[in-house]
């Protein structure tokens, strides 16, 4: 196994023609189906990039955009935009192309932290990533930040360290009534 890789090398991509069975109650493709799909995308590329299998840690927030409609070629592009001793974070785009227009929407990206797991379920070493350009930079930058601003906030607001007296004015404004014991 390499002791580095490319994001190239990893790369995936897949396209599916969204169907009545993927719909909502509003005739638009359900959020769930998408999210399926990203997970699936994140696993291969993740797996290609580690030659193990990986399973998911965590999901970095996942904003629609634009509705999917049925009858439309949906795209998911992954990549590794960072690696860690045994995690790796995979960029996934979602894009959707309506087939008689041609025109294409962007309709989400997200992050998904995956880890690698040898054949007995304990984590294993991941290649790193050779970084190649300047947006590989950026993405990893952001990945790196991304992860360490998680760490700090669930430090932040553990239960050991959590002050109530500290937290009260962030419910002014607010749509929330305060009735603690």
Request: glycine share 6%; aromatic share 6%; hydrophobic share 35%.
């Amino acid at each position: 196994m390499k002791k580095f890789k490319t994001a190239k090398e990893s790369r995936v991509s897949i396209t599916e023609l969204m169907l009545p069975s993927h719909s909502n109650f509003g005739g638009k493709v359900h959020g769930g189906h998408i999210l399926n799909l990203m997970d699936q995308i994140a696993f291969a590329c993740a797996s290609k990039h580690s030659q193990a299998y990986c399973v998911t840690a965590s999901v970095n927030r996942v904003n629609f955009l634009n509705p999917i409609e049925v009858g439309e070629l949906v795209t998911l592009k992954a990549s590794i935009n960072y690696t860690g001793r045994t995690s790796m974070v995979v960029g996934v785009r979602v894009e959707s192309e309506n087939v008689k227009t041609g025109e294409t929407k962007h309709c989400n990206s997200s992050y998904f932290t995956m880890v690698a797991k040898d054949d007995n379920g304990k984590n294993l070493a991941v290649p790193g990533l050779q970084i190649e350009d300047v947006n590989g930079l950026r993405r990893f930058a952001r990945s790196k930040e991304r992860k360490l601003s998680a760490s700090d906030r669930d430090s932040k607001y553990s239960p050991r360290k959590f002050k109530v007296n500290e937290y009260l004015h962030v419910l002014e404004g607010e749509n929330v009534k305060l009735d603690l014991d």
